[in-house]
């Protein structure tokens, strides 16, 4: 597959500039939703739980990446476990459950609103500087570019779930799919190890975006590393994977096996039989 390399700098500004128009789509799809009491594709959300959350998180990173999260509110919500993926189911439900009845009318607007604070806040701040996440843990910040990229990705993949829910088209762009990758998942991947899965496992792989980014993956039992286009080493398993695939195969929103039957992603290498392992290594929040 055919590769572009961009610095993680470069995919930042590219990330400033389509956020608004991105922001602005979903927003329009959450506008004409229709019925709120509409079961999701996400057990036990209607589609109204799935806009209140979407305009939550969406607040949430743009006020982080400004420096304006408050970070005492969400620590009162944020429950001490060890796994990142139960912190924010709890967070979720906590959330969902103080939110008044028609809180969702107002979601257009905070997306729109997080867009412009994003946008604004980005031109101030460099990739790496750390930014707070509470439910990522108050001693392990994540790089902005990161939480950048989870504005991005909530606001596709829960758009898309609101979409499916209302009948609506919404595709996820190959160009943003490459951008949550790039920016967010070196940093994501080593936080949300199945520790259970990952404990007899050790092997090197390599993920190609088609078009994008390199992620090189280290894993020695529980113990992860990421790399952003690592040099040429010894690997167990290549997988060349389309940017959109890999964000809805990774989130949960379809099938390893449909995707892999697309030619969507393919498995070459000593050890090709390790890529359906990986996939099942990391739960994405």
Same mark, same amino acid.
């Given at each position: 597959?055919?590769? +572009?390399?961009?610095?993680?700098?470069?995919?930042?500004?590219?990330?400033?500039?389509?956020?608004?128009?991105?922001?602005?789509?979903?927003?329009?799809?959450?506008?004409?939703m229709?019925?709120?009491?509409?079961?999701?594709p996400?057990p036990?959300?209607?589609? +109204?739980?799935?806009?209140? %959350?979407? &305009?939550?998180?969406?607040?949430?990173?743009?006020?982080? =990446?400004?420096? #304006?999260l408050?970070?005492?509110?969400?620590?009162a919500?944020?429950?001490?476990?060890?796994?990142?993926?139960?912190?924010?189911?709890?967070?979720?439900?906590?959330?969902?459950?103080?939110?008044?009845?028609? #809180?969702?009318?107002?979601?257009?607007?905070?997306? !729109?609103a997080?867009? $412009?604070?994003? =946008?604004?806040?980005?031109?101030?701040r460099?990739?790496?500087?750390?930014? +707070? @996440?509470?439910?990522? &843990?108050?001693?392990?910040?994540?790089?902005?570019?990161?939480?950048?990229?989870?504005?991005l990705?909530?606001?596709?993949? %829960?758009?898309?779930?609101?979409a499916?829910?209302?009948?609506?088209?919404?595709?996820?762009?190959?160009?943003?799919?490459?951008?949550?990758? +790039?920016? *967010?998942?070196?940093?994501?991947?080593?936080r949300?190890?199945?520790?259970?899965?990952?404990a007899?496992? %050790? $092997?090197?792989? !390599?993920?190609h975006?088609?078009?994008?980014?390199?992620?090189?993956?280290?894993?020695?039992?529980t113990?992860?590393? *990421?790399?952003r286009?690592?040099?040429?080493?010894?690997t167990?398993c290549? @997988?060349?994977?389309?940017?959109?695939?890999?964000?809805?195969?990774?989130?949960?929103?379809?099938s390893?096996?449909?995707?892999?039957?697309?030619?969507?992603?393919?498995?070459?290498? !000593?050890?090709?039989?390790?890529?359906?392992?990986?996939?099942?290594?990391?739960?994405?929040?």
């Amino acid at each position: 597959m055919p590769r +572009s390399r961009t610095t993680l700098a470069e995919d930042l500004a590219v990330a400033r500039v389509v956020a608004p128009d991105l922001a602005e789509r979903a927003a329009r799809v959450v506008e004409r939703m229709g019925d709120p009491r509409a079961v999701s594709p996400l057990p036990g959300w209607r589609a +109204s739980d799935v806009a209140v %959350h979407l &305009g939550l998180a969406c607040t949430a990173y743009a006020a982080a =990446v400004a420096g #304006e999260l408050e970070a005492g509110r969400w620590d009162a919500m944020v429950p001490e476990h060890p796994d990142l993926a139960q912190r924010v189911a709890v967070l979720n439900a906590t959330t969902l459950a103080s939110a008044a009845p028609d #809180e969702y009318l107002a979601v257009p607007g905070q997306i !729109r609103a997080a867009a $412009a604070t994003l =946008v604004a806040a980005l031109g101030k701040r460099e990739p790496e500087e750390p930014c +707070s @996440i509470p439910w990522f &843990g108050a001693d392990a910040p994540l790089p902005v570019a990161a939480v950048a990229g989870l504005f991005l990705s909530e606001t596709v993949l %829960h758009t898309l779930d609101i979409a499916r829910t209302s009948g609506q088209a919404w595709t996820v762009p190959p160009k943003i799919a490459r951008l949550i990758i +790039s920016l *967010t998942y070196p940093e994501t991947i080593p936080r949300t190890v199945d520790a259970s899965r990952a404990a007899n496992l %050790h $092997a090197a792989v !390599r993920i190609h975006v088609r078009g994008g980014v390199t992620l090189g993956i280290d894993i020695d039992g529980t113990r992860v590393r *990421t790399h952003r286009d690592p040099p040429p080493g010894r690997t167990d398993c290549h @997988i060349w994977v389309e940017p959109a695939a890999f964000v809805l195969t990774a989130s949960g929103r379809t099938s390893l096996a449909r995707q892999i039957a697309a030619g969507r992603m393919i498995s070459v290498g !000593r050890k090709p039989w390790l890529a359906p392992v990986i996939a099942r290594l990391f739960a994405h929040p």
